[in-house]
């Protein structure tokens, strides 16, 4: 491995000095300055890395005497020890018998005492009050690929949230007091992607926390080293680099020459977190540092998933709704133009149609379920607050591909020809779907939008036709664009074969619904690999209202860690700066 103990070079990262690895031209004699010692690093700066800074920068909460929680259980225990911080108490005491929209019993607690009896329609005030207080702080970094927000900075800005703009928020900071108390209706408070990464930047400047944010920094790996009882950090002998990650360092795995290593956060293991920094001119500053605790924090967005089907690498074809939106501003589609295909049958399915359908640009929607599943988003949420979604929903029912009159214009789609013997390959009964996309203006608010409820993608070809096949036939059609927009799973590509094995079923890859990183419910600490911790959608918190509870978690667990030690890490040898 190429380890970091080699050539560096000393930049600046906030309020601290970090030694960053320069590519080797040559062997050079190792300098006597080795990377320093972070007690906590974060990957991430979306709302969960910010959450979990403040409160390790030692925003500390307490119960509010001022207020009174309306479940009298939770209070009753709240005020047994109402003078100890929330971060100091019993969380597993305090989080029993809560129910909420999380399975992760903490993220339910942090966000009833947050806002409280919230899924009944309230807005009670917070029961907490937080104090800072210095000595409940614990050096971090937070390291984003861009400015504090993640992924909020590179959403649709004219698209409203699913959850309220009270929702968004993060401790100890209003969201209407940054938003000038903006409240859109009665029954909708809900934000733009806009509003809510303003608030995020906001956030970071108000409470102070600049300092430990490195902004537009890539992580492109994470190794697991071990320490000598002396304090020099050596490498792991069994890092598996193949894998481009944490190595596996083990009970009784690595022992000699004074170094033990213990498969425990708190006992001589560090994590080598490697990356690089870009600044000015697209210059990449490579970096190199040491970490006793590291925690995921990089959200669910990075990495499409894809269909698998022939042809999805051709240039027509994206996975991305705000391409559809670039290709209307630069008049690449217009009403003139082949039908947009958009694939799936989710939220951000539904953004893009109404994205093209409010730009006069006809739709085909293709999705795998019956439009009755009750599994569909639609069916979760009211129509009184998300107007927009229904009215999608409503063309999925109405407007379908067989419900659809035949039309003689022009302009309308035509399915295309489909050669016998393909169709008699892929459909149990072969049947020749030719004819003419038909509109009916009298339904719903798009009439050139047409849904294939039941439908698959079976290949997109070059001359821009997609196949699609039904129950029990094939279409074809001519298109001038694809959306396949199935879901996202995060990217986790610097840890050991793409983080598989922290999953709860380490032989599938890394899930936000279907396989989350599996955790202890309490500290939010990976259950295969101490001194590793995930939070937010990596643990399935895919709403920023329950993410919030792995910082609660984390911190907690940490401070605990550090009140009972003295402190984090070990003093001897590489010294944090």
């Known amino acids: 491995m190429d380890s970091c103990r080699k050539v560096f070079i000393m930049f600046s990262f906030g309020s601290f000095t970090v030694a960053a690895a320069m590519p080797l031209l040559e062997e050079t004699t190792l300098p006597q300055e080795h990377p320093p010692i972070v007690p906590v690093v974060i990957i991430g700066n979306g709302p969960s890395g910010i959450c979990l800074s403040y409160l390790l920068s030692g925003y500390t909460p307490y119960l509010d005497s001022a207020t009174v929680h309306p479940n009298p259980i939770l209070y009753k225990k709240l005020q047994e020890t109402k003078h100890i911080p929330i971060t100091e108490q019993d969380l597993e005491y305090l989080s029993e018998g809560l129910e909420g929209r999380s399975m992760n019993p903490v993220a339910v607690l942090f966000d009833t005492l947050l806002h409280p009896n919230a899924d009944y329609g309230y807005e009670f005030p917070p029961v907490l009050q937080w104090r800072r207080d210095k000595q409940q702080h614990i050096p971090h970094l937070v390291l984003g690929r861009a400015t504090p927000g993640g992924a909020w900075h590179a959403m649709e800005g004219s698209m409203l949230t699913i959850s309220l703009g009270i929702w968004m928020e993060l401790p100890g900071v209003n969201y209407r007091d940054l938003n000038n108390g903006k409240r859109r209706d009665v029954t909708s408070d809900r934000a733009t992607p806009e509003e809510i990464s303003s608030y995020y930047r906001n956030y970071v400047k108000l409470k102070g926390l600049q300092k430990n944010f490195v902004d537009n920094t890539y992580v492109t790996s994470v190794h697991k080293l071990c320490r000598g009882h002396d304090g020099e950090v050596l490498e792991n002998g069994h890092t598996d680099e193949a894998d481009g990650g944490v190595g596996d360092c083990g009970d009784e795995v690595f022992k000699g020459n004074g170094v033990e290593c213990v498969n425990n956060g708190a006992s001589g293991v560090l994590w080598e977190v490697r990356g690089f920094q870009q600044v000015q001119n697209d210059t990449h500053i490579p970096f190199c540092l040491f970490a006793e605790n590291v925690v995921l924090a990089t959200g669910a967005s990075d990495s499409p998933i894809r269909l698998g089907v022939e042809g999805e690498d051709l240039p027509f074809v994206s996975h991305s709704v705000s391409d559809l939106g670039l290709a209307v501003g630069q008049r690449k589609l217009d009403m003139n133009s082949d039908p947009v295909l958009i694939v799936g049958a989710g939220l951000s399915a539904a953004d893009a149609i109404l994205c093209a359908c409010n730009s006069n640009i006809r739709v085909l929607h293709v999705f795998r379920k019956s439009v009755d599943d009750s599994d569909l988003i ?87 036709k997609c196949l699609l096949q039904g129950i029990n036939s094939l279409k074809a059609f001519k298109i001038s664009m694809v959306l396949v927009l199935i879901g996202t799973n995060p990217s986790l590509f610097f840890l050991k074969g793409q983080g598989k094995y922290l999953g709860q079923d380490p032989t599938k890859p890394i899930s936000c619904k279907q396989n989350p990183i599996d955790i202890h419910p309490y500290t939010f600490e990976c259950t295969k690999e101490p001194g590793l911790f995930a939070m937010g959608p990596l643990v399935g918190d895919n709403f920023v209202r329950f993410l919030k509870g792995g910082a609660l978690g984390i911190a907690s667990c940490l401070l605990k860690r550090l009140k009972k030690k003295g402190n984090l890490i070990s003093t001897v040898g590489n010294n944090f700066i």
């Open 378 to 464: 639609f069916k979760q949420l009211p129509k009184t607050m998300y107007p927009e979604y229904h009215k999608v929903y409503n063309m999925m029912c109405t407007q379908t591909y067989t419900n659809v009159a035949p039309s003689s214009a022009p302009n309308r789609p035509q399915a295309v020809s489909i050669a016998s013997s393909v169709c008699a390959k892929m459909c149990p009964k072969p049947q020749l779907a030719i004819g003419n996309m038909g509109g009916n203006a009298s339904v719903g608010l798009f009439p050139d939008y047409t849904s294939f409820p039941e439908h698959c993608v079976v290949s997109f070809q070059s001359d821009s």
